[in-house]
């Protein structure tokens, strides 16, 4: 069952580009090319093209000397895990790193040379023996050792850290990143990008803050412990063994009588959920079950029963007190106020504001009124030669009623408010009435006479 | 929603997370742009891959062969003016408009809706055992005056909010409604006059509901699909 894209990790949108190197691209299926990899000693890395679904082999990766990584929408890198990863498994005899020092910081001697020790190892594509990298061409129990240049020691392990122990994790291990692909009974790890044997929703794309690469123990789900689907297509998934951090995690910044981003810092004591329910408290079973045990999730905080987000859920919730609603949001606790503070102050509605204030209210940078980047402006300089659109400096050139505003600088903020409030005193314009010149346009129409569903009893009828 | 009857609001949609689960109410006032609420995502500047809104299904979970359905992944989150409390999805692709996915109309700039004019809240969430939780719910709510409705919240209402007034019975938004639109039937037109927030109580009898107030941001909103 296994997959021969497992032995390599992938490098999305990326491109390896070696000087003077052109080497010719093969249409095929990606796992046929790094079935064709994976059997060549040759070969360290393909690169895949998605668009003409194009194969090329590679001798180099990304730390070999005279190559660049460069983006390439169309194209993935896989490079053979032994090459990129900077721990070993099981005895690391394919380990292909560039480490080159012993664990007791002695220089490796080159594999090439016989001096100053004499060696009978030779230089096979098989044994990855190279410069004076670290190795394992006899399978040592220790892991990759080398020769040392110091005449009085012939040899000495390099001290690579087996993968399981390199990275620890802390909380249940949602930020872990370590590169453990085998489960806790030794399978091998499904690629979260693959959806066979096991088909599922972690799709690598939809879950960009999880990590979700090639087929790494992860935590998506804020499970108890990393996890991955397994090859095994008998058993879906499987908890991975990685060691604990036995130092403290990082205490984040937590609030109390709001909530920040999903709330999952939340430490406040609400315990109702935004409707008036009461909420179970986390060491109970009833009226619900369920497996967020407040000693399995220690970083959680689950006391009593308040509003928390062990599960990275939208906003702190809890289970719920009735029987027929097992849990509810807390939305009613308000988020936290994320505007950075205002630097100057306007009147009216700012159409004469001409200070220099040039970051918006969540302090993003403003674009220059005369740049095209990284948004094409509708309003510019030569439009409004009376409203002072200079420097990137905040301004209200459309009247706007909700202040001066800037084009920004982050491109997925086309505009937004800046850093600046209404002065002391000011109000703002109270709201009319007229209602008798409404016109509207074509929206807002619904056909009326299929309003009413039928109670909706096994079937789903009309 | 507590208090309605299964009913067809076709601007109305269902905000999904990355599990498909349905989480928060929008309104569809252009093929490609959803108004919701700020209180439902985690920051102005969210990543929302993997987020889609749900359109044309009257279920909650609908069949995965549900011809009506249209399921248009999220690509940007756009947030209104800070006390508006408003957010603007940009999807993926447009909606295809049809019987079952319509365009609910914007109110003129500070238009003040009359009292009394009969309205409409819908939405898929809890309907406290008065209704079928697994299919969109809709109730009528008259609006309130501001000014009486500020007697009753004891000055707490703000001019960038409206409200409806309590009726004999619950009625009212609950969980999972919050987002969704109080539209508002204005020279036959179906108008986007309201969007419902998060209160501490679902629907109480002896208390008007509260909603922000569309018309004052507009301009914004015209601005916001004008120049993303």
Redesign the interface.
Same mark, same amino acid.
């Given at each position: 069952q296994c997959s021969p894209l497992n032995g390599f990790q992938r490098l999305k949108a990326t491109q390896l580009m070696y000087l003077s190197y052109q080497r010719e691209e093969y249409p095929m299926e990606v796992e046929e090319c790094a079935r064709r990899c994976a059997i060549s000693f040759d070969c360290r890395a393909f690169h895949y093209n998605w668009q003409s679904h194009g194969c090329q082999l590679l001798r180099f990766t990304q730390h070999s000397p005279h190559t660049q990584l460069q983006r390439n929408v169309h194209c993935d890198l896989y490079q053979k895990k032994g090459y990129v990863r900077n721990c070993i498994m099981g005895d690391g005899s394919d380990y292909r790193g560039t480490q080159s020092v012993t664990e007791k910081k002695k220089i490796c001697q080159q594999w090439r040379l016989k001096f100053p020790h004499d060696h009978r190892f030779a230089l096979l594509p098989q044994n990855g023996l190279e410069e004076n990298y670290c190795r394992n061409p006899d399978k040592d129990k220790q892991g990759p050792w080398c020769y040392t240049t110091d005449p009085a020691i012939r040899y000495q392990s390099c001290g690579i850290k087996k993968c399981e122990n390199a990275v620890c994790m802390t909380c249940n291990g949602e930020d872990y990143r370590g590169f453990v692909d085998h489960t806790e009974s030794g399978t091998e790890c499904q690629r979260w990008d693959l959806q066979h044997p096991h088909r599922h929703?972690f799709?690598p794309?939809?879950?960009?803050?999880k990590d979700l690469a090639d087929n790494y123990c992860r935590n998506p789900d804020n499970s108890e412990r990393p996890w991955c689907y397994t090859m095994d297509p008998a058993k879906e998934r499987e908890y991975c063994h990685i060691r604990k951090c036995t130092e403290k995690r990082r205490q984040l910044s937590s609030t109390t009588s709001c909530f920040r981003? !999903?709330g999952e810092d939340y430490r406040g004591e609400v315990n109702v959920?935004?409707?008036?329910i009461p909420c179970q408290r986390w060491d109970s079973q009833i009226p619900h079950r369920h497996h967020y045990l407040p000693q399995k999730y220690e970083c959680k905080d689950l006391r009593e029963n308040y509003c928390r987000n062990p599960d990275g859920? *939208?906003?702190p919730w809890c289970f719920t007190t009735f029987p027929?609603?097992r849990r &509810?949001?807390c =939305?009613?606790i308000k988020?936290c106020a994320?505007?950075v503070e205002a630097e100057d102050c306007y009147r009216g509605n700012g159409e004469d504001y001409i200070g220099t204030v040039s970051k918006t209210?969540?302090g993003i940078t403003c674009q220059r009124w005369n740049e095209q980047y990284p948004?094409k402006p509708?309003v510019f300089p030569t439009m409004f030669p009376t409203v002072h659109l200079e420097e990137n400096y905040c301004r209200n050139p459309?009247n706007?009623?909700?202040?001066p505003w800037c084009y920004t600088m982050?491109h997925?903020?086309?505009?937004?408010?800046c850093a600046i409030e209404l002065c002391a005193g000011e109000t703002k314009p109270? +709201? =009319?009435?007229?209602?008798e010149e /409404?016109?509207?346009?074509?929206?807002? !129409?619904?056909?009326?006479r299929?309003?009413?569903?039928a109670? +909706?009893t096994g079937g #789903?009828a009309r | 929603i507590v208090g309605g009857?299964?009913?067809?609001?076709?601007?109305t949609v269902s905000i999904r997370?990355?599990?498909?689960v349905h989480? $928060?109410g929008g309104s569809l006032?252009k093929e490609q742009w959803v108004i919701s609420t700020?209180?439902?995502?985690?920051? $102005?500047?969210a990543?929302l %891959?993997?987020y889609a809104v749900w359109l044309g299904t009257?279920?909650k979970n609908p &069949?995965p062969d549900d011809p009506d359905k249209q399921a248009i992944p999220i690509i940007?989150i756009? $947030?209104g003016? %800070?006390e508006s409390q408003l957010v603007m999805l940009k999807l993926e692709r447009p909606a295809t408009l049809n019987?079952r996915v319509?365009?609910?109309?914007l109110?003129?700039e500070? =238009? +003040?809706v009359?009292v009394n004019t009969e309205c409409e809240i819908a939405g898929w969430g809890?309907t #406290?055992?008065t209704g079928?939780d697994? /299919?969109l719910n809709v109730a009528k709510l008259p609006i309130m005056s501001n000014q009486e409705c500020n007697i009753s919240l004891r000055g707490h209402l703000k001019?960038s909010e409206l409200c409806t007034s309590p009726l004999f019975v619950s009625v009212g938004a609950? *969980?999972g409604d919050?987002g969704g639109p109080l539209?508002c039937l204005?020279?036959n037109?179906?108008?986007l006059e309201g969007v419902i927030t998060?209160?501490? /109580?679902?629907a109480r009898k002896d208390r008007p509901s509260t909603f922000i107030?569309v018309?004052?941001?507009v301009?914004?909103i015209n601005?916001?699909m !004008?120049?993303?």
């Open positions: 929703p799709v794309n939809k879950y960009p803050d981003m !999903k959920t935004s409707t008036g859920s *939208e906003a027929n609603t &509810a949001y =939305f009613q988020r994320d505007n209210r969540k948004h509708q459309d706007d009623s909700h202040g982050n997925n903020i086309p505009f937004d408010y109270s +709201i =009319f009435l007229n209602p /409404v016109v509207f346009d074509q929206c807002g !129409k619904r056909d009326d299929m309003q009413v569903l109670p +909706i #789903r | 009857r299964p009913g067809n609001s076709p601007w997370n990355r599990e498909g989480f $928060c006032v700020r209180q439902c995502f985690s920051s $102005c500047e990543d %891959s993997g009257l279920y &069949a940007k756009i $947030c003016p %800070s019987r319509a365009l609910i109309c109110p003129p500070r =238009f +003040i009359p809890d #406290r055992g079928d697994n /299919v001019e609950c *969980e919050f539209a204005t020279h037109c179906w108008v998060p209160s501490r /109580v679902c107030r018309s004052l941001y301009d914004w601005k916001v !004008k120049l993303s």
